[in-house]
Antibody
Framework: EIQLQESGPGLVKPSQSLSLTCSVT?????????WSWIRKFPGNKMEWMGY???????NYNPSLKSRISITRDTSKNQFFLQLNSVTTEDTATYYC??????????????WGQGVMVTVSS | DIQMTQSPSLLSASVGDRVTLSCKAS??????LNWYQQKLGEAPKLLIY???SLQTGIPSRFSGSGSGTDYTLTISSLQPEDVATYFC????????FGAGTKLELK
């Protein structure tokens, strides 16, 4: 069974960087698919942040492009989110998810449980 | 980016009711629309993809329809386990989500 699990600090200070890890079991992230980060703000609005593909290429939400980096460690079957210069507006629950994308079909089919991150001094 | 508007934001219904949730896009999304269910404390679960295709393992009481800018998720007979928040998501351009409809039992 494919499982994704987020981990990382639950509290980050303003202006610092937010760093999260997504550990994947049951599927090798270099075998296929794109591996995304998605966040849900208080009030339920969700935002796709970006992905790293099975080949290692990345694509980011234009609204975050200057602050975001998604990388991976294939030896550990993990991928990572770094978001720089955070503000209180970045307080959210962060999810990692597998993104199926082919022809006219595209969806997030496996998700982690999410990790809540609060930005506060 | 494409804005997704869901209505209502809160819906109360009784067990056995036929329930309809709406999702409207700010521009034509050519049926590139998915629906997810999220129960409290759980990860979102894919219910419907490409407007009306039922994900494997999802009960047939769930169905989707729509075209252009207007889309609908229907639950034909509401069950207690359907209490959740439902999100729509488009993928005509980079993915964007609606703010959700919270479904509760009356």
């Amino acid at each position: 069974e494919i499982q994704l699990q987020e981990s990382g600090p639950g509290l980050v200070k303003p202006s610092q960087s937010l760093s999260l890890t997504c550990s994947v079991t049951g599927y090798t992230i270099t075998s296929g698919y794109d591996w995304s980060w998605i966040r849900k703000f208080p009030g339920n609005k969700m935002e796709w942040m970006g992905y790293i593909s099975y080949s290692g290429s990345t694509n980011y939400n234009p609204s975050l492009k200057s602050r975001i980096s998604i990388t991976r460690d294939t030896s550990k079957n993990q991928f990572f989110l770094q978001l720089n210069s955070v503000t209180t507006e970045d307080t959210a629950t962060y999810y990692c998810a597998r993104w199926e994308y082919s022809s006219y079909i595209s969806y997030f089919d496996y998700w982690g449980q999410g990790v809540m991150v609060t930005v506060s001094s | 980016d494409i804005q997704m508007t869901q209505s209502p934001s809160l819906l109360s219904a009784s067990v056995g009711d036929r329930v309809t949730l709406s999702c409207k896009a700010s521009q034509n999304i050519y049926k590139y629309l998915n629906w997810y269910q999220q129960k409290l404390g759980e990860a979102p679960k894919l219910l419907i993809y490409y407007t009306n295709s039922l994900q494997t393992g999802i009960p047939s009481r769930f169905s989707g329809s729509g075209s252009g800018t207007d889309y609908t998720l229907t639950i034909s007979s509401l069950q207690p386990e359907d209490v959740a928040t439902y999100f729509c998501q488009q993928y005509n351009s980079w993915p964007t989500f609606g703010a959700g409809t919270k479904l509760e039992l009356k």
